[in-house]
């Protein structure tokens, strides 16, 4: 079992805080093994069996939980004396009304409450503003780049990278043995999130159109798009869509953390925009599996691989644009932030050629600001810097930390 210790430590961290503990993240990111470990360490530390009451609503056993007073009455008619209950409610969102149930637990001085979800309206506005000061949310994503070389620490950095980007980053793939393997668990988790997380929710009809939006974003990863610009090209295509219908898929898709976008922010006015922006998906196993490799499009992989990264170590991702030129990513957090350019190779036709770092550093360059600036690259390079912008290999960065 890969540790997932930056999670772990958070639950410990918060662990008898009067704060409710809500994990978000796409189906079989690792959140319910996640709590299956740290209900193994509340043990090991003294906790006894009784004291740890787990609900899993995906799990045909508690099927009759389908409302919120039945939720409370169920885990209520457990709380037999004071003594410190922690309680795990794994897909809480299956609950109607699941917050008023949530709300009543946290007043208990002697419960201690986890809840997780895999979709996103679980923290709502309501929801929100309901529990406004009172919870603390863990983000939760599939396995970073360093969690993933503990699961194949023979192969080289190279190796390792093609395999990440082709069978994903999905916890449980690292435990199948063929690629059919990987494939049919796959299917069935992306068939789940169309159907269970996007269509049920969303109540859309229109399967085959949705899996057509599905794939146009995965095919289009890194590069600048509107919901106009994705009707536009559908309908010229042959499909019978409007811009409403796509922003509403879209907005499932994110919905589930099957989708990111990153919108754009420009430097200079220090403004954010609302034109265009940037899909991103959270498992590129999925876009493997459903369309392949294709030639050219390793740049934007990377590009893929980089944003969830910058989202892992703590920082707000936007796309960059400083007068007309573009930075892949303007990364934000309560320190300040940093500039982060992403291509695939800084190599030209010969040693000579330095037509493409001159274009990546050409952006960079015009920030006029001394937040660090860099470029990563799939080139095997040592540590470069030129005038103050580093320049590194993109997967020793990712085992940064």
């Known amino acids: 079992m890969i540790a997932r210790d930056e999670y772990l430590n ?7 805080k009067e704060l409710i503990k809500v994990i978000t993240g796409i189906r079989r990111c690792g959140k319910s093994t996640l709590l299956e470990i740290f209900q193994e360490y509340l043990k090991e530390n003294g906790v006894e069996e009784n004291q740890i009451i787990n609900i899993n609503l995906e799990d045909l056993e508690y099927n009759f939980i389908t409302d919120y007073m039945t939720l409370y009455k169920y885990i209520n008619g457990k709380l037999k004396d004071k ?22 637990l946290y007043i208990k001085k002697n419960v201690d409450l986890y809840i997780t979800g895999s979709n996103a309206n679980l923290l709502s506005s309501e929801l929100a503003t309901l529990l406004s000061g009172r919870y603390i949310e863990i983000k939760m994503l599939p396995l970073s780049f360093k969690e993933y070389k503990e699961a194949y620490k023979d192969l080289n950095n190279e190796e390792l990278y093609q395999k990440y980007i082709s069978i994903g980053s999905l916890p449980y793939t690292t435990l199948l043995d063929t ?37 146009f974003a995965m095919d289009n990863i890194g590069s600048l798009v509107s919901t106009n610009n994705i009707a536009n090209t559908m309908i010229s295509d042959g499909k019978d869509i409007n811009v409403r219908t796509v922003e509403r898929y879209l907005e499932g898709f994110m919905e589930s953390f099957f989708l990111y976008k990153a919108s754009r922010y420009d430097i200079k006015g220090k403004e954010y925009l609302k034109t265009q922006g940037k899909y991103y998906v959270s498992d590129l196993g999925f876009r493997y ?32 644009k400083i007068d007309e030129y573009e930075v892949d990513f303007v990364a934000i957090n309560k320190d300040g932030r940093i500039y982060v350019q992403v291509a695939e190779t800084l190599k030209g036709i010969d040693e000579n050629d330095t037509k493409i770092l001159d ?20 080139d095997k390079i040592p540590l470069a810097n030129e005038d103050g912008i580093k320049i590194r290999n993109a997967l020793e960065w990712l085992l940064d930390k």
């Open 179 to 215: 690629e059919d393997d990987v494939n049919m668990y796959l299917s069935s988790v992306y068939n789940d999130i169309i159907i269970k997380d996007v269509m049920t929710r969303k109540k859309i009809q229109d399967e085959t159109m949705l899996r057509n939006v599905a794939n």
């Open 359 to 378: 274009r990546e550093l050409r952006s960079l360059k015009k920030i006029e600001d001394n937040y660090e600036k860099i470029i990563l690259t799939s």
């Open 83 to 104: 003594k410190k209950y922690y309680i795990f409610i794994d897909e809480v969102q299956k609950v109607n009304e699941f917050q008023k149930a949530v709300d009543s």
């Open 289 to 320: 599996f459903m369309l392949g490799r294709k030639v050219g499009d390793f740049g934007h992989i990377l590009e893929n691989v980089v944003y969830f990264e910058l989202l892992r170590r703590g920082y707000d991702v936007y796309i960059g």
């Open 10 to 16: 958070m639950l410990k961290r918060f662990k008898d």
